[in-house]
């Protein structure tokens, strides 16, 4: 069995960043890809990024492009999520989780995604 442990959330201004950390212990199982969602109070989970583990191809919201960048070690089954130009409105716990390209839905969708990790809070303050 795969368990994924985010870290590295914490409180910041806007404008500030932070560094997340998702590791992954247990059984490994083969997987195309590692993402990021996030989830605000009230508000349905949503694709933040996400990364193939052979190549590196990476893939962002459009919310997200241009100020965070995903990252992988895989020789340490670790995953990243660098997060710069932070903005009030990225507040959300932020879960990694494994895809699975056998499940339905393509890399934005929640659905294709069999691992999640408990989460770690990021709130940015105006």
């Known amino acids: 069995q795969v368990q994924l442990v985010e870290s590295g959330g914490g409180l910041v201004q806007a404008g500030g960043s932070l560094r997340l950390s998702c590791a992954a212990s247990?059984?490994?199982?083969?997987?195309?890809?590692m993402g990021w969602f996030r989830q605000a109070p009230g508000k349905e989970r949503e694709f933040v990024a996400a990364?193939?583990?052979?190549?590196?191809?990476?893939y962002y919201a459009d919310s997200v492009k241009g100020r965070f960048t995903i990252s992988r070690d895989n020789a340490k089954n670790t995953v990243y999520l660098q997060m710069n130009s932070l903005k009030p409105e990225d507040t959300a716990v932020y879960y990694c989780?494994?895809?699975?390209?056998?499940?339905?839905?393509?890399?934005?969708?929640?659905?294709?995604?069999?691992?999640w990790g408990q989460g770690t809070q990021v709130t940015v303050s105006s």
């Open positions: 990364i193939r583990w052979s190549g590196g191809s990476t």
């Open positions: 989780a494994r895809r699975n390209q056998y499940y339905s839905g393509g890399y934005y969708s929640v659905s294709s995604y069999d691992y």
């Open positions: 247990g059984r490994t199982f083969s997987s195309s890809a």
